[in-house]
């Protein structure tokens, strides 16, 4: 396994180019499977998620050609239905093959994905919504085992907003017969990404982006050419690695529409940010101020900053109230910020966080993916030596970020243990 060894104290200075955006990636290797042919995606990061889902789209049949961050996708020769615990065990957005196998076989086996260390994060709507459209669903062994002689359109409100399952549904509804509506849907950008590349595949699809999006099922899709979308959550960690070490970052490659409520909180708490060309220049002071946020569905303060944010706060000049009303148990990585020094009160779904001159290294251990990111955050501005251990969640959804960082100046590299 890898550790990450950092040296704090180093000011970032320089240029970064901001990868594809792994949750814009997800669905749309997804999408891949509703149509046969060539399908050519460009920006795909390389991180072990994206590797997971390839994984899983292979075990089906599917055919991948990968040359560097351009992906030839071909599904002509679906030999399979399911997707083993193995594989979605260690990661629950597998459960984004279920709405295009069932759209394309007319049926799926899928292991249930378990919990994860942020929340039991079921799929209950996601569900809800198949049945709705004329799918039998069934518990079988830790499986869903999902089939349908045909996928109808149906009306479907979500009792919560749910990303994946947006997108899970929205793919389901393509090729249905009729009108699907989806009311309360999620607005993120990774949905919308997903909504274009489906709309050249031949999809009728309007209101994604808002929270009413409706599908009018088409006969036929053709494979695309399409490049995703930046990640905004990587985007906003060199936000933020630059305002908790005080250097100055270009960062480019950022789409800057898709992070406004970061860029005010982080606005908020005494950096500087400018908007140049296609990206941003971030400019870290001495004087962070603390700021009170909370996390919502897009276009909110997004759930996956939260950790990264908390990390800013506990060497702001005063106190910060941070809220997750996302997920249940988002906190985890605080007992390892406090092992660096932060003084942090848990109660309930609220971090209480009062600010203090410094952080002082020690060896933490990251939790999960957006905990790991908060912890090298911290690392960077920490005196003296940190050592992050089980980074393999860093690289569930960051590519190379120790390897951009060094390159921005900070004291960073990986050792096996
Ligand atoms: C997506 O997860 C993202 N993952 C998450 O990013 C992100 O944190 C989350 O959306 C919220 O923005 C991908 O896109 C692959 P949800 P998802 O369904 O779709 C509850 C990261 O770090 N819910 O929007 O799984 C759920 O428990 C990851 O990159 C139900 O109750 O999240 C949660 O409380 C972490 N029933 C809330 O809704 C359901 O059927 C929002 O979850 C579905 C969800």
Redesign the pocket.
């Given at each position: 396994m890898d550790k990450i060894i950092i040296e704090g104290g180093v000011p970032l200075e320089g240029e970064v180019t901001i990868s594809g955006a792994?949750?814009a990636a997800?669905p749309v290797l997804s999408a891949c499977l509703l149509t046969g042919g060539w399908h050519t995606l460009d920006n795909i990061p390389n991180v072990k998620d994206v590797r997971t889902i390839e994984e899983i789209l292979s075990n089906l049949g599917v055919v991948l050609e990968e040359n560097g961050q351009t992906l030839k996708v071909n599904s002509d020769n679906l030999n399979s239905y399911s997707a083993p615990y193995k594989l979605v065990k260690t990661m629950?957005?597998s459960i984004l093959v279920l709405g295009p196998l069932l759209s394309r076989l007319g049926k799926a086996r899928i292991s249930l994905p378990g919990g994860c260390a942020?929340?039991?994060?079921?799929?209950?709507?996601?569900l809800k919504g198949l049945s709705s459209m004329g799918v039998d669903i069934n518990l079988e062994h830790g499986d869903v085992v999902a089939s349908t002689d045909k996928l109808r359109g149906a009306n479907i409100f979500f009792d919560?907003?749910?990303?994946?399952?947006t997108e899970n549904l929205m793919m389901a509804a393509v090729k249905a017969e009729g009108k699907t509506t989806l009311h309360n849907a999620?607005e993120?950008p990774?949905v919308v990404d997903l909504a274009r590349m489906l709309s050249q595949m031949g999809a009728r699809i309007q209101g994604a982006g808002t929270d009413t999006i409706t599908i009018i099922g088409v006969k036929e899709l053709y494979p695309v050419r399409y490049a995703i979308i930046p990640d905004r959550?990587e985007a906003g960690t060199f936000l933020t690695a630059a305002a908790i070490t005080k250097g100055k970052v270009n960062i480019k490659g950022c789409n800057v529409d898709h992070m406004e409520a970061v860029i005010e909180k982080l606005l908020d708490s005494g950096m500087e940010i400018e908007k140049r060309g296609e990206g941003l220049v971030a400019i870290g002071h001495d004087k962070i101020k603390g700021v009170d946020t909370k996390t919502m569905?897009f276009p909110g303060f997004?759930?996956?900053m939260q950790a990264q944010f908390t990390a800013l706060m506990c060497i702001a000049n005063g106190w910060s109230m941070i809220r997750e009303t996302?997920?249940e148990n988002r906190f985890m990585y605080v007992g390892e910020l406090k092992r660096m020094g932060a003084d942090i009160e848990i109660n309930g779904s609220q971090a209480l966080v009062k600010g203090k001159r410094n952080l002082s290294g020690a060896q933490v251990m990251a939790t999960d993916?957006?905990a790991s990111a908060s912890l090298v955050l911290a690392g960077l501005a920490a005196k003296g030596q940190t050592e992050i251990s089980r980074v393999y969640h860093l690289d569930r959804?960051y590519q190379d970020l120790d390897l951009k960082l060094s390159l921005l100046g900070s004291k960073i590299w990986r050792e096996k243990y």
């Open positions: 792994k949750n997800l629950r957005a942020i929340g039991a994060r079921p799929i209950d709507l996601h919560i907003s749910t990303v994946t399952g999620a993120e990774e959550i569905p997004p759930t996956d996302v997920f993916l957006r959804g």
